[in-house]
């Protein structure tokens, strides 16, 4: 067994071993630096062993203490976090868990291609923080899947970034052939199910949704804006550009999409159509 599994194992094989976990932050601004140096001392096991304020300090610094955890800045001059990542995959050095902390929320993907462990936004939080310590040791133990990693980055963009509600994310993740693309759910016109897979439909990029079923999609969503008009089918009512009545007092809702996609209201929701309408 190499040095660093032993070591992990050492680390987190059982309650009673408390050995610390080296830990490095690297960041451009000192206040971030000495915020996140406080809130961490409130955590026994996690040992700060250096700090930098840029991505060539954070290569040496990984090269030099070999830690367990680093909390990387992502946006700084010269070589940035994302940057450091790749060079480091570059030389072959050993990579430590990543956990990005930054005042930006648009860097989900990238942090999920380069297989950080979570994703942090300031100003710090200790609640937060103390999740993505506790993330950095399980993973430490068991590795967490792609598909583990890139649901909670994807979290993390719908608990932070929701300028309506705290509660309604206003960013999807679509898959579109090998890409994965981050819409604002503004861009949403309409999602369907079919075969149990969720295609969304925006104004720029069609792909399918990693979420389940169009509960779940809708439980993300603002309901004063997205309504579901057929079992089948979640509508923006933003982009709703024609009602056509239908067969039996029923109506189709033609969408402003490229395709210009018809969508049926079924009978159960003609009268919540007529009142989110007015008509």
């Known amino acids: 067994m190499a040095r660093t599994e032993i070591r992990s194992v050492l680390l987190y094989s059982a309650a009673d071993y408390r050995m610390p976990i080296n830990t490095v932050i690297v960041d451009d601004e000192r206040p971030a630096r000495d915020e996140l140096a406080y809130l961490l001392k409130s955590f026994p096991d996690i040992n700060v062993v250096a700090q930098g304020k840029n991505g060539l300090d954070a290569i040496a610094l990984i090269r030099e203490h070999d830690p367990d955890l680093v909390f990387l800045d992502v946006e700084m001059p010269g070589l940035d976090g994302i940057g450091v990542i790749k060079r480091l995959v570059e030389r072959r050095m050993r990579l430590p868990q990543i956990v990005f902390a930054t005042a930006y929320d648009h860097y989900a993907v990238q942090a999920f291609e380069v297989n ?27 590795q967490a899947s792609p598909v583990d990693r890139l649901e909670t980055l994807m979290g993390q963009l719908g608990a932070h970034a929701a300028p309506r509600t705290a509660t309604h994310p206003v960013k999807l993740l679509v898959k ?10 503004e861009d949403m016109i309409y999602a369907s199910i079919q075969d149990g ?4 439909f925006g104004r720029e990029v069609e792909g399918v949704s990693n979420y389940r079923t169009v509960e779940e999609l809708m439980e993300t969503l603002d309901p004063a804006v997205f309504w579901r008009p057929h079992r089948s089918y979640l509508v923006n009512i933003n982009h709703i550009k024609e009602v056509v009545p239908w067969f039996k007092s029923t109506f189709v809702l033609k969408m402003n999409d490229k ?3 018809e969508i049926p209201v ?11 309408l007015k008509l």
């Open 259 to 261: 395709r210009a996609s």
């Open 197 to 200: 897979s969720i295609t969304i």
């Open 116 to 142: 950080a462990i979570d994703y942090v936004l300031k100003p710090f939080d200790k609640g937060r923080i103390a999740k993505a310590v506790q993330r950095a040791k399980k993973s430490m133990l068991n």
């Open 266 to 276: 079924s009978r159960a929701q003609t009268k919540r159509l007529r009142e989110l």
């Open 176 to 185: 579109s052939q090998s890409r994965m693309i981050l819409i604002d759910a």
